[in-house]
Antibody, heavy 117, light 110 residues
C-alpha cells in the first residue's frame, strides 16, 4: 500500500526552529515529486513547494521562497519541511503529498504546527 | 501567483446536481490540462477526486465529473448525496513549475 506518514503535532514558541517529516512507503521513492501544502485554520490549501527525491531539484511557490526549506533523504524515503525562525502566522496544518504530472495523488495525514508564546 | 477563485459555498438537495467553478489565468488553468479537484471532510486530509481536468481515479464515483473552458475549470457532482457534504479544492499546475490551489468551496447538502 502506498502511504505517507507524517511526524506528530508540534507546539513551539516564536523564534524557534522546527523540522517536520514525511515518510513514504509502498512505492519507488523516486517515482513522484513530494510537495508540502499548508492549510491555515479555516482556510484553503496552499502549495509551499515541491522536491524531486531523485536529485533534490526543489521548486518553491513565490509566497514561500526564503521562508522555509524543503529537503529529502532518499536513503530513508523521507521528505522534510524546515523553519529556522517560526512566527505565530506559521500556525497551520501541514500536509505532504506525492505529485505526479498535474495532481497530488497520495496525501499524508497532516502535521499540526502551533506557534504561540 | 494568486489562489484560483472558487465560490465560497454551494448547496443542493439530495439527488440534484451542483457545479463548482474554479477560475484562474492563462498561466495556470488556461495554460495546462493539469487541473485537479480534491474533497476534504472536516479534520481529514484531502482526497483526489479528479485529475487532468476530467479523469477520475479508481474508486471515485462516476457522479463526479470535471471540465474546463478557457481559464475556468468546473467540478460537477450529480445525484448529490449526504456523504458529498465537504470542502472541495481545485488545483492547477502553473508556469512557475509549482502548483496553485483554489480558495475552496463548502458544499452543503440540504
Amino acid at each position: 500500500e502506498v502511504q505517507l506518514v507524517q511526524s506528530g503535532a508540534e507546539v513551539k514558541k516564536p523564534g524557534e526552529s522546527l523540522k517536520i517529516s514525511c515518510k513514504g512507503s509502498g512505492y519507488s521513492f523516486t517515482t513522484y515529486w513530494f510537495g508540502w501544502v499548508r492549510q491555515m485554520p479555516g482556510k484553503g490549501l496552499e502549495c509551499m513547494g515541491i522536491i524531486y527525491p531523485g536529485d533534490s531539484d526543489t521548486r518553491y511557490s513565490p509566497s514561500f521562497q526564503g521562508q522555509v526549506t524543503i529537503s529529502v533523504d532518499k536513503s530513508i524515503t523521507t521528505a522534510y519541511l524546515q523553519w529556522s525562525s517560526l512566527k505565530a502566522s506559521d500556525t497551520a496544518m501541514y500536509y505532504c503529498a506525492t505529485f505526479s504530472g498535474g495532481y497530488a495523488g497520495i496525501w499524508g495525514q497532516g502535521t499540526m504546527v502551533t506557534v504561540s508564546s | 501567483q494568486s489562489a484560483l477563485t472558487q465560490p465560497a459555498s454551494v448547496s443542493g438537495s439530495p439527488g440534484q446536481s451542483i457545479t463548482i467553478s474554479c477560475t484562474g489565468t492563462s498561466s495556470d488553468v488556461g495554460g495546462y490540462n493539469y487541473v485537479s479537484w480534491y474533497q476534504q471532510h472536516p479534520g481529514k486530509a484531502p482526497k483526489l477526486m479528479i485529475y487532468d481536468v476530467s479523469n477520475r481515479p479508481s474508486g471515485v464515483s462516476n457522479r463526479f465529473s470535471g471540465s474546463k473552458s478557457g481559464n475556468t475549470a468546473s467540478l460537477t457532482i450529480s445525484g448529490l448525496q449526504a456523504e458529498d457534504e465537504a470542502d472541495y479544492h481545485c488545483s492547477s499546475y502553473t508556469s512557475t513549475s509549482t502548483y496553485v490551489f483554489g480558495t475552496g468551496t463548502k458544499v452543503t447538502v440540504l
